[in-house]
């Protein structure tokens, strides 16, 4: 069973930067992608940003030039550098990652936004 370890939330005010960074135990020759989706209270989770196995990432368009995704080549290790975050980027963010035909969830970080 793959788990992902999340890291890197807490509370920051308007304007401020957080990085998360997510650890996935498993191989990285069968990471096929992994990202970062997030849920604000009452609202469903939204995909944030995604970087497949190959280097391409997608970003929602709410964040896009704010939030740089990467990752570490040949670990199955992915960070989010949020930059100029705002108070409606507030929301638990979970970290996702893809092995083969299987996905896996983090159990979440909380991320504040408020001065």
């Known amino acids: 069973q793959v788990q992902l370890v999340e890291s890197g939330g807490g509370l920051v005010q308007p304007g401020g930067s957080l990085r998360l960074s997510c650890v996935g135990s498993?191989?990285?020759?069968?990471?096929?992608?992994m990202g970062w989706y997030r849920q604000a209270p009452g609202k469903q989770r939204e995909l944030v940003s995604l970087?497949?196995?190959?280097?391409?990432?997608n970003y929602a368009s709410s964040v896009r030039g704010r939030f740089t995704i990467s990752k570490e080549n040949g670990k199955s290790t992915v960070y989010l550098q949020m930059n100029s975050l705002k108070p409606e980027d507030t929301a638990v963010y979970y970290c996702?990652?893809?092995?083969?035909?299987?996905?896996?969830w983090g159990q979440g970080t909380q991320v504040t936004v408020s001065s």
């Open positions: 498993g191989s990285a020759s069968s990471m096929r992608a």
């Open positions: 996702y990652a893809e092995y083969g035909s299987d996905t896996y």
């Open positions: 970087i497949l196995s190959g280097g391409y990432a």
